[in-house]
């Protein structure tokens, strides 16, 4: 299957998370968007990293077959194979765990910061490696258990503020001055997080890439949706993002 976007950025995640991502680069960047929703892998952070490297690859061919000038790999989990995939794929390929942490580099001032992430990404130690090179402590939370909610739109429910409650029982102890919300789903639980984060500073994936020539600004941007996964679950990006219509493919 060839996807006829030339000159559009691809911008992919497991689900309705990475359209956080994406309304901060239709701010930031006007341009051409086609947005892939993987429903049909999620989630992804209880994959195996070779199952997610496979997968990321067939998106990314499937990107590059359709003629996009640039990918964004809007997801946490996911950028922990940004370099690999570089070396394959000859189109810049952007992640949000380098500008998430330039962010959180500026933001700390005790140098002692916590990560709300996926079991995969904590697992990974990606933001520990990245912020130790800064002489950055973190202090990391596995929150798997989070990304479902928000996916299937129970944020609402008496469930998913007990499991909030579980997990982060323990983070205002922390001692960490900076809250990395490192998963796209996690700024769609900001009224639980809120209980435990109190007022230690929150810094949420961003998108201050460097733009270059693949990334070309529009007058007039359109934005694409496609989805892996069911009806329901693209539908339920309508509570996230307005009015989407997401067109099914298969994968």
Known sequence: MNLPYKNYVGVLDSGVGGLTVLRQLVRQYPCNYVYLADGAFFPYGTKSSDQLLAR??????????????????????????????????????????????????????????????TDATVQSNIYGTVLAQRGIDVTSFACSAFVPFVENGQVDTVECEQVVADTLRCLPQADTDTVILGCTHFPLLSKHLAKYVGNMRTVQCVTDFVPDDSIKVFGAPNTVFLTTGSDFAANRASLWYGKTRFVHIDI
């Open 56 to 117: 990321l690859r067939k998106i990314i061919s499937l990107f590059v077959n359709g003629g996009v000038s640039a990918v964004v790999v809007a997801c946490n989990t996911a950028s922990v194979f940004a370099d690999t995939l570089r070396e394959q794929f000859e189109i810049p390929i952007f992640d949000v765990v380098t500008p998430t942490c330039n962010a959180v580099a500026a933001a700390t001032q005790t140098k002692r910061v916590a990560l709300l992430a």
